[in-house]
């Protein structure tokens, strides 16, 4: 259940109530594809780091180690030792990053592994049926996720068959629940809008989930190609027509910049592989810019990676250590990175809850905004 708790103009301030725990929100999501961050951060590092939801992958589960291995050991929550929330999306995205590996019918997907090759048959039952093995909090419904600029008769007639999936993974869905056997009979469904760039088809899918009456909302098909303009012009002309009483997550955002335009235009979920992924190249995220670790007026810096940081890395450690161990290719340079980049994430997080409960969210976002772009 989602219980919205204030708003300053579209921004909301909520709260979403799960069989996993509460998920405050807005909130970003921690990228663990593998049911891991990379990078070695542990699930007690995520505990540390103010994380709320982790987020998996399911295509990638499925491929290794196997759903099957995961159900058998009790679940994603008890498989990597994590008692709060878990998203899992439903390995839709990858008919876009791995199309030249897949081919997509009315049935489903068939791909080849990226891993060994071998032929992997994907539609929504099997979507459903993976995710209820990983037992996860929240399901994906398997979608197609077209280039965003794509041609619009082929955006119109994916977005159709969009819409038929998502119904029969509801129906997979409810029955799985129904079934004694299952891990998580409370597994709660999301939705994917889809549309490109195209701002009537996106009006219309939006129109026609809300109809469905799904646990939560996702806008995906963003963040592959379009530009930061184009993607606030879809939220703005999206996100009015689901349902204000449910959660929107905005799927693959993105820097910091880009998740306050998104909560000014009503998103109350994100997640990224930026953090981790810029982490384990010495990219840094602070209040007064990004950092490049790699950069040589690091090498004797005695100072934390941020001043006033509280993460695991800045308490301890300074800049010209974790250069040296970026250098010397350590495998803990990587993680202190990582681990800074979430931390800074998810405390953003906490303040832009903070300044909406304060009502001053434009303040804030102007305040952000003006020492991000230093």
Not at 115 to 142: C, H, W, Y
Not at 266 to 289: A, E, I, K, M, W
Request: proline share 4%.
């Amino acid at each position: 259940m989602y219980q919205l708790l204030k708003r300053e103009g579209r921004a909301k301030r909520g709260v979403f109530h799960t069989v996993h725990g509460a998920i405050q929100t807005p909130v970003f999501l921690n990228v663990g594809t593998a049911a891991a961050i990379k990078g070695a951060v542990s699930t007690a590092d995520l505990e540390q780091i103010k994380t709320q939801v982790q987020l998996s992958n399911t295509y990638h589960l499925h491929v290794r180690p196997g759903d099957h291995v995961v159900r058998q050991s009790g679940g994603l929550h008890r498989f990597m030792s994590w008692d709060k929330p878990i998203l899992t999306d439903s390995g839709g995205f990858q008919v876009f990053s791995l199309a030249a590996l897949c081919r997509i019918q009315e049935e489903g997907v068939e791909f080849r592994s990226h891993v060994d090759g071998r032929k992997i048959f994907m539609g929504p039952e099997e979507s459903v049926q993976i995710q209820s093995n990983l037992a996860s909090t929240i399901a994906m419904a398997f979608d197609e996720c077209p280039p965003s600029k794509a041609d619009r008769q082929y955006v119109s007639q994916s977005v159709e068959r969009t819409t038929r999936w998502l119904e029969r993974c509801r129906k997979r869905l409810d029955e799985l629940n129904r079934r004694e056997d299952t891990l998580n009979p409370r597994q709660l469904l999301f939705g994917i809008n889809q549309g490109g760039v195209y701002a009537d088809i996106r009006r219309e899918h939006a129109v026609r989930l809300t109809e469905m009456d799904l646990d939560g909302y996702a806008i995906g098909g963003l963040a592959v190609g379009e530009s930061h303009e184009e993607m606030y012009s879809v939220l703005e002309e999206t996100v009015p027509h689901l349902p204000l009483e449910k959660p929107t997550y905005l799927m693959g955002v993105g820097t910091p910049a880009n998740i306050l335009e998104g909560v000014e235009r009503g998103v109350d979920f994100f997640d990224c592989v930026y953090p981790s992924r810029n982490g384990r190249h010495g990219h840094l995220y602070t209040n007064q810019g990004k950092l490049n670790l790699f950069n040589a007026g690091y090498e004797t810096d005695a100072g934390p990676i941020e001043e006033g940081c509280a993460c695991p890395a800045c308490r301890r450690y300074s800049r010209a250590y974790i250069r040296h161990l970026l250098k010397a290719k350590e495998m803990l340079g990587m993680r202190l990175c990582v681990l800074h980049n979430l931390y800074f994430y998810n405390t953003m997080m906490e303040e832009i809850r903070d300044a909406l409960e304060a009502g001053d969210f434009a303040g804030y976002k102007k305040r952000k905004l003006e020492k991000l772009q230093n």
